[in-house]
């Protein structure tokens, strides 16, 4: 297997729409590549091997995944990687160090990687928080903690990351803890409150219906010029999702999509 070839494959399933069995891995391999079957099937054995790839039983049926077993580049600044394995970041570069739970952020969802896209574009591409305001972020249906963690690693002093599922609560605190931010990010297990500090940045991976349900309080604990990163959307979503919140003084300011679902960056305008 060459490298070319490799990264063909990589591509393939990043691109993918849906989760790929290993027989139609193995036919869109043949297809892209115009190799034979038995060729593809060959290559996708050795992805596997070398730990690129791995199985996954989803619902009955197991489909080709990215292996998180070993280093993951995700946006040009982070990496997610598992506690015990030494980094590969480069200057500049962050790791994120988790381990496969049953909570949502894994790094494997699209949302997921567009919400790191989104943070890394906030911190490093257009630097949208002035130092003055990194005080206090939240993270609104923290799951595995991933996006509480990229917040203080990007530069955010402290976090408020809050879950109602109980094992999204235990697990983002054992992440947390992996990357050593115990006395920078709290965890909650209750929804957020409608009072208290104001915060600089809020972070929600979740629905459009419940991104909706919590306008109300994201824009009572949000200053004046905060920012507002959501996921969790389908992409025909984003225009009534934006103009939703236009109603409470926010403005989209940033958009991306992948394999239909977008992010979105809306900041609070200072004169509301």
């Given at each position: 297997?060459t490298p070319?070839?490799?990264?063909?494959v990589?591509?393939i399933?990043?691109?993918?729409?849906?989760?790929?069995?290993?027989?139609?891995?193995v036919?869109?391999?043949?297809?892209?590549?115009?190799?034979?079957?038995?060729?593809?099937?060959?290559?996708?054995?050795?992805l596997?091997?070398?730990q690129?790839?791995?199985?996954?039983?989803?619902?009955?049926?197991?489909c080709?995944?990215?292996?998180?077993?070993?280093?993951?580049?995700?946006?040009?600044?982070f990496?997610?990687?598992?506690?015990d394995i030494?980094?590969?970041?480069g200057?500049?570069q962050?790791?994120?160090?988790?381990?496969?739970?049953i909570s949502f952020g894994s790094?494997?969802?699209?949302?997921?990687?567009?919400?790191?896209?989104?943070?890394?574009?906030?911190?490093?591409?257009?630097?949208?928080?002035?130092?003055?305001?990194r005080?206090?972020?939240?993270?609104?249906?923290?799951g595995?903690?991933?996006?509480?963690?990229?917040l203080?690693?990007?530069?955010l002093?402290?976090?408020?990351?809050?879950?109602?599922?109980?094992?999204?609560?235990?697990?983002?605190?054992?992440?947390?803890?992996?990357?050593?931010l115990?006395?920078?990010?709290?965890?909650?297990?209750?929804?957020l409150?409608?009072?208290?500090?104001?915060?600089?940045?809020?972070?929600?991976?979740l629905?459009t219906?419940?991104?909706t349900?919590?306008?109300?309080?994201?824009?009572?604990?949000?200053?004046?010029?905060?920012?507002l990163i959501?996921?969790?959307?389908r992409?025909?979503e984003?225009?009534?999702?934006?103009a939703?919140?236009?109603?409470?003084?926010f403005?989209?300011?940033?958009?991306?999509?992948?394999?239909?679902?977008?992010?979105l960056i809306?900041?609070?305008t200072?004169?509301?």
């Open positions: 297997m070319s070839e490799r990264d063909a990589l591509a399933l990043d691109n993918a729409d849906t989760c790929l069995t290993a027989r139609a891995c036919r869109a391999i043949s297809r892209q590549l115009k190799i034979p079957f038995f060729r593809a099937k060959t290559i996708l054995k050795t596997v091997e070398n690129d790839l791995a199985y996954q039983d989803l619902f009955g049926t197991t080709v995944i990215a292996n998180f077993q070993k280093p993951v580049r995700i946006t040009d600044h990496f997610l990687i598992p506690p030494p980094s590969i970041a200057p500049g962050l790791d994120i160090r988790l381990t496969q739970g790094g494997h969802h699209p949302t997921t990687r567009l919400s790191l896209a989104a943070i890394d574009h906030v911190f490093f591409t257009a630097d949208l928080v002035p130092a003055k305001d005080g206090l972020g939240a993270d609104i249906g923290t595995s903690g991933i996006l509480a963690i990229a203080c690693l990007a530069g002093d402290r976090c408020h990351a809050c879950d109602i599922d109980p094992n999204a609560v235990y697990e983002a605190k054992k992440h947390i803890a992996a990357n050593h115990c006395s920078r990010i709290s965890v909650s297990g209750h929804p409150p409608d009072t208290g500090p104001d915060f600089s940045i809020i972070c929600a991976n629905r219906p419940t991104l349900e919590l306008a109300p309080v994201m824009r009572r604990r949000l200053k004046p010029g905060g920012l959501f996921s969790g959307i992409e025909w984003t225009t009534d999702l934006a939703d919140f236009s109603g409470y003084g403005v989209r300011i940033w958009e991306k999509t992948l394999k239909k679902w977008a992010a809306l900041t609070r200072p004169a509301d």
